[in-house]
């Protein structure tokens, strides 16, 4: 059975390759098309993908999902609606492929041009909502590379059903059918090969979901990761901070959304400021049903802050609880988000530029922020049109991952008979 | 034993990280300082480094070390001085870190840069040539990165003799002393504690040596790797090639230096001029010592061409042996090369600019030439100043690796109490 699973998937991954041969070389105008062709055959398939929404839902309560979770999973008429313009921001975008990046000319007249192509084959590997197998597929696409799409269990039909949709649009369109694939079974040994790269025909991996699934992909893949870890932010109220800023800042990065990466788990504030910010900070807090948790000076402005522990500030809560923490100077507080921090969003709020600019210069996240709220850690608001994930590794992408990140690069070389001299 | 040495590593680690926190800060002026005082260092100590070199000499001789071997190991007043002067040049070029790659608004105001920055802390695995412990401490310098560097047990005197130089030098800049370190054991588990990632302060690996320890490296790291694996070569002979052109640009990529990783090892040529360009240029190439191996009708060509294996066309000889496919058009080159390549450098020889273009297109690998020889991969040639090695993965950095490749990003975002709407 394993056997055969192994073989099934090393076909999935031959053809992923032909494909990402063809997608090489396709043009933006086929790469469009055939993203336009994949929104509408999502809207007109809505009813059958909202059927095999409908059993996912049913499986899931009778797996006692939790709410949340629950909530994750359902597709309706507006969300379907939303995947499908969704494909069709990214359909409209720039296509990133053959960008020429960087052209010069050598002093003995050898020219050099560095062009974007894509990565090729990317396996991604992702956990319950069910808009990601259009999202990624149509990502993939837009930068020319071939996907191999494994959803979550607990998604398997709308998945499989989403995935109907966009093969019948491949199948009209100029492009290969086999440039989107889903692994079409819920053995978790799949999840095995994939990352063992599928006789080398996977490139990169690209793991979304929790804790768990990031480091099951980090210690088995033999392929290159672009992991999503967690985002575990920062907003830092700085001596010289317009006050009434901090505070709809950090209602806004703590509260908008408690459950996205780019929300505020922990709250620095400068010792200088903490007896005029903190008591009114914590009370509209509070009021807002937040939790706050706090060290001890922080627990002497107002009754209702509870103790902070130091696995608290290592904790993405993903939820209405924050740790606050009365910091000495600009300094500490950037030793502290080095300490704690997850390298994601961190933010800064002070009228101070040179404060500003340090805190830009010193603290080693992928997005940095100044006088604005850590919620903006998005692709979307970037102007990415959509984005993979965020990735808080280091190499090859940091932040938001669009359909131009999921690009490599490759020099050409231009001459009129040059050797090189010994 | 193995505990101590562990533990020994992870101070060097600890200090390797705060070392990168300090070099990523440390500004242009600094770091060009620092990396002149470590070339006039290398110079006034270069009694001290020949005397370390002979004795590695010695040691290699009696260990019955290759000619081939010996030569890469040694050093004289001459090489020394090359390396010294290659580290002023990296001094002298532009510094990437703190670069702009792109700067933008979004409609709401919000402003937006993506900043170079290094990557951290890059741990380097390499074999033989004692000057890559100057040039790789140099670039990793340069680009404001940490460096721990594991060099070979063979060069193991000439190694400490450059980095005593190099330490010292550091001693008297700006800089940490701990921004380039050299693990001061030839004990192999070393390696294997390197690449675990030195408790999560190491953030890259880059490999410079031969198979094994590329493959070790692959399979045993639990941090990315940027590996340099092998450049197996094509030069394509295109029906529209100016034949004597294409005779001048083959000899080059092949012989010029046999044993460079640009070196050519495979010769495609249409069938269509084979008659009119086969005969002699298999006849100049073996006058000046060039083994040739061929398919059937190749050998028609030359009494001296010797049948090509399967394997033949996998192989590459890094020495005076050339293998020579006849192909049926462009298309077939371009199969021939994606069949058998290596993704790191390959050349057309064509007066055609559309065959030029398609070739450039199709050919998926990190270089490809027009009109000149692949021994033009090479940091140097393409202006790079210094390469740390050539890169044939796909993801961060591909071809010739520089100081500016030996970098990251971050995004800085600019608000004035930007707050996300629902």
């Known amino acids: 059975m394993s056997d055969n699973l192994h073989n099934q998937l090393k076909i999935i991954g031959k053809s992923a390759r032909a494909a990402a041969r063809a997608l090489g070389l396709a043009s933006a105008a086929d790469k469009s098309d055939a993203l336009q062709r994949i929104a509408d055959e999502i809207r007109s398939q809505s009813d059958a993908i909202l059927k095999a929404n409908a059993e996912d839902l049913e499986n899931g309560k009778a797996k006692d999902l939790s709410a949340a979770m629950l909530d994750r999973l359902a597709l309706n008429q507006d969300r379907i609606e939303g995947i499908a313009s969704s494909i069709e921001a990214i359909a409209a975008m720039d296509d990133p492929v053959g960008l020429v990046e960087k052209e010069w000319e050598q002093p003995n007249g050898l020219s050099f041009s560095k062009v974007k192509i894509p990565i090729g084959v990317i396996g991604m590997i992702y956990e319950s909502r069910p808009n990601v197998t259009a999202d990624a597929g ?57 990352l063992s790269g599928l006789d080398n025909t996977v490139d990169m991996i690209i793991p979304r979901g929790g804790k768990s699934l990031i480091a099951r992909v980090q210690s088995d893949a033999r392929v290159p990761v672009l992991a999503h870890l967690e985002g575990l932010c920062h907003s830092y109220v700085h001596t010289d901070a317009n006050l009434d800023m901090a505070k709809e800042i950090v209602m806004n990065a703590k509260l908008r959304r408690t459950g996205v990466c780019g929300s505020t788990e922990t709250l620095l504030v400068d010792a200088a400021i903490a007896t005029k910010f903190l008591p009114q900070m914590i009370e509209t807090l509070t009021k807002n049903g937040c939790e706050v948790r706090g060290d001890e000076a922080t627990q002497s402005y107002h009754t209702s802050v509870k103790p902070a522990t130091e696995d608290d500030y290592f904790t993405e809560y993903l939820a209405a609880i924050i740790n606050v923490k009365i910091v000495d100077d600009l300094q500490a507080a950037i030793d502290h988000i080095s300490h704690y921090g997850s390298g994601h969003t961190d933010a800064i709020i002070t009228e101070n530029q ?69």
């Open 138 to 194: 149509a990502l993939c696409l837009k930068s020319g590379n071939a996907c191999i799409l494994r959803g979550g269990s607990e998604a398997f039909h709308s998945n499989q059903a989403i995935h109907r949709a966009i093969v019948s649009a491949l199948q009209s369109s100029a492009l290969p059918e086999s440039s989107i694939q889903l692994i079409p079974t819920t053995d978790r040994s799949a999840v095995g090969h994939l």
């Open 354 to 422: 040179d404060a500003a600019d340090y805190f830009h210069q010193a603290v080693d996240s992928a997005i940095v922020v100044h006088n604005a709220s850590t919620q903006f850690a998005d692709g979307g608001e970037f102007g990415f049109g959509a984005e993979i994930g965020i990735s808080t590794g280091r190499l090859h992408a940091r932040g938001p991952v669009g359909a131009e990140h999921l690009t490599t690069y490759k020099y050409l070389v231009h001459g009129q008979g040059h050797i090189r001299p010994k």
